[in-house]
């Protein structure tokens, strides 16, 4: 199956892929719906994320990433609206700026808050069962 993700510097050494840091979990979103990921690229670029692309790659592919990353890899449906977190890292895991060294297959990750309110926490947590 086709699945849309959200990618800053797509398809360069710099790659980064968006994901989610729930507690102390890093979670990918794999759109099934490439209108819904560009509007939650959308959303994260009024967050003053760096500019970002929606790119598709088959859903084995990101699952095989996720878990070589030790990442999880959370499957998005149509028409479903997902809001990223209100708050986001001061600092991330990936740098626009810097290229990565040793990266071999996986990429970077650009991550939402690690220290969100148990209320944000919570919100997230029930909108990706929701996901389920």
């Known amino acids: 199956m086709r699945v849309f993700v959200v990618l800053f510097n797509a398809r ?3 790659e980064g892929i968006h994901s989610l840091k729930v507690g102390d979990r ?3 979103l794999m759109f099934e719906n490439e209108d819904d990921a560009t509007r939650f690229g959308g959303l994260l670029e009024a967050q003053d994320f760096p500019s970002c692309s929606v790119e598709g ?3 084995e592919e990101i699952e095989e990433f996720c878990r070589g990353a030790g ?3 959370k499957h998005v449906e149509t028409g479903t609206l997902v809001m990223p977190p209100e708050q986001n890292l001061e600092a991330t895991d990936w740098d626009p700026e810097t290229r990565p060294e ?3 297959q996986s990429s970077p990750s ?3 808050t690690p220290d969100m309110s148990q209320n944000e926490l919570d919100r997230i947590r029930q909108q990706l ?3 389920l």
């Open 12 to 14: 360069t050494e710099n």
């Open 110 to 112: 650009a991550d939402s």
């Open 129 to 131: 069962e929701n996901l």
């Open 102 to 104: 040793g990266l071999g």
């Open 57 to 59: 790659f088959e859903s």
């Open 26 to 28: 890093n979670i990918v």
């Open 71 to 73: 990442y999880e890899a």
